[in-house]
């Protein structure tokens, strides 16, 4: 399997990472940490003295992870966009192809019955289809 099959086929994973990467930041902002009174376990952290206490290391952790996600789903948004920019240039016909055999992982005789032609057709315009995007889907 090529590149480009491979990552047409990772598309509709690449869209529900990012919803999940989404859903995990709405679940991070919305939970609830209690900061409670500064207590003994104060010490200082580094060779400087500086005192830095659990709550705050804490919150600087949260940060760096929230921070971490949001570059994750710029990322993979980018992804997505650079594919859907592919696909904007292919005729209904050729984008019908690419969803039943690479989003919906039909098998090539279900596409030709589903399409009403030979497998040998779907074989010779999947192949057609997937030259004209190989030069835009650049990962």
Sequence with gaps: MSNIEQTLKNYPILQAEINRLKLELMRMDSEYMGITAIGADIKPSTSTNKVCSSVESECIHREEHKQYIQIMIQQKSLDLDIIDNALSVLTE???QLITLRY???????????????????VWSRTKDILNKLEPLIIM
Aim: proline share 5%.
């Design 93 to 95: 016909e050729e984008l």
């Design 103 to 121: 989003f919906k992982k039909r098998k090539r005789d279900d596409v030709a019955e589903l399409l009403e032609v030979s497998p040998r057709c």
